[in-house]
């Protein structure tokens, strides 16, 4: 069963405005941490936010907020203003385990139009 | 700011040869890790190490492969025969361990193409 869900394989949106990419999750265990990673067509994974499920506020990183419905297990990564350099695939995350495994979502590739 | 570097950034194999994937990860980090990614396809879990033992293994990590941390500071990824399917990018990772702090940080990753 899919542990990550990105039910939106692709995403467009206009330079300067806001962007939300779904992602919803499954886990059993109590303590367990979300994350966002963005691969540009170079291919690197670079980390944008991370939120761990007992924060008691939504984590925000500069133009990346992410919205943290715990009861849902849901974990939207929020864009605001976007940016030509935001296209990218987006990969939502969670770690998992005693030594903290990362398991990926199948990622939403967003395009940012001029 | 310090961060995990990865050899060769591209290697082409014949089926069947050996390769060993080279990362040197961040200097203080404690928990290493390795993932692969197919092409078009997201990035799945390998291999978790701390303490120099493997962790944690995925179904995928099965006998062909191995993992090293030889002299305290490479961190290295042996494909024994490699197949067809094995073709991937293949990311080292590494964490700081204790406290709060969960994020992994990836290499820039390796390209394997087997022939």
């Known amino acids: 069963a899919q542990k990550i869900t990105q039910t939106q394989p692709g995403m467009f949106v206009q330079e300067k405005e806001a962007v939300t990419l779904d992602c919803t999750y499954d886990?059993?265990?109590?303590?367990?941490?979300l994350f966002w990673y963005k691969q540009p067509s170079s291919g690197e994974m670079i980390f944008l936010i991370y939120?761990?499920?007992?924060?008691?506020q939504n984590a925000t990183e500069g133009r990346y907020s992410l919205n943290f419905q715990k009861a849902r297990k849901s974990a939207n990564l929020v864009i605001s203003a976007s940016q030509l350099g935001d296209s990218a695939m987006y990969f939502c995350a969670m770690r998992e385990g005693p030594y903290d495994k990362v398991i990926f979502g199948p990622g939403t590739s967003l395009s940012v139009i001029p | 700011e310090p961060e995990v570097t990865q050899t060769p950034s591209h290697q082409v194999t014949q089926m069947g040869q050996e390769v060993i994937l080279r990362c040197v990860p961040i200097?203080?980090?404690?928990?290493f890790y390795w993932y692969r990614q197919i092409l078009g396809q997201k990035v799945e879990f390998l291999v978790s190490f701390y303490n120099n033992e493997i962790s944690e293994k995925s179904e995928i990590f099965d006998d062909q492969f191995s993992v090293e941390r030889p002299d305290g500071s490479n961190f290295t990824l042996k494909i024994r025969s490699t197949k067809l399917e094995d073709s991937a990018m293949y990311f080292c990772?590494?964490?700081?361990?204790?406290?709060?702090?969960?994020?992994?940080?990836f290499g820039p990753g390796t390209r394997l193409t087997v022939t």
């Open positions: 939120q761990g499920s007992y924060d008691q």
């Open positions: 886990t059993s265990d109590p303590s367990y941490g």
């Open positions: 200097s203080n980090h404690l928990y």
């Open positions: 990772a590494s964490r700081p361990g204790g406290g709060p702090n969960y994020e992994q940080y």
